[in-house]
Nanobody, 119 residues
Framework: QVQLVESGGGLVQAGGSLRLSCAFS????????MGWFRQAPGKEREFVAT????????YYTDSVKGRFTISRDNAKNTVYLQMNSLKPEDPAVYYC????????????WGQGTQVTVSS
């Protein structure tokens, strides 16, 4: 089964940058679309970004467009989320997720990594 392990979270000043990584194992990485989601305290988990199996297509929620970039390295079985110009509304636990071609939704999730932004 798919295992996902996120890393790269931490504390950063507003306007700063962080790069999250998610290591994928257990299946063939290039068969899976990948996504990043986040959940802030007291809020529901929300979609952040997704990338297609070959990396050719990406999609972002409006609030991060132009600031965040999702990418993947199929040789390293890793998906990344480069976060620039971090804002006070960005802090959350960020989760990596995987969706197989057989699934209509993301079915595998990592444990999450905390992102904190200081003003």
């Amino acid at each position: 089964q798919v295992q996902l392990v996120e890393s790269g979270g931490g504390l950063v000043q507003a306007g700063g940058s962080l790069r999250l990584s998610c290591a994928f194992s257990g299946r063939t990485f290039s068969w899976y679309a990948m996504g990043w989601f986040r959940q802030a305290p007291g809020k529901e988990r929300e979609f952040v970004a997704t990338i297609s199996m070959n990396g050719g297509n990406t999609y972002y929620t409006d609030s991060v467009k132009g600031r965040f970039t999702i990418s993947r390295d199929n040789a390293k079985n890793t998906v990344y989320l480069q976060m620039n110009s971090l804002k006070p509304e960005d802090p959350a636990v960020y989760y990596c997720a995987a969706r197989s071609p057989l699934d209509s939704d993301f079915s595998s999730w990592g444990q999450g990594t905390q992102v904190t932004v200081s003003s």
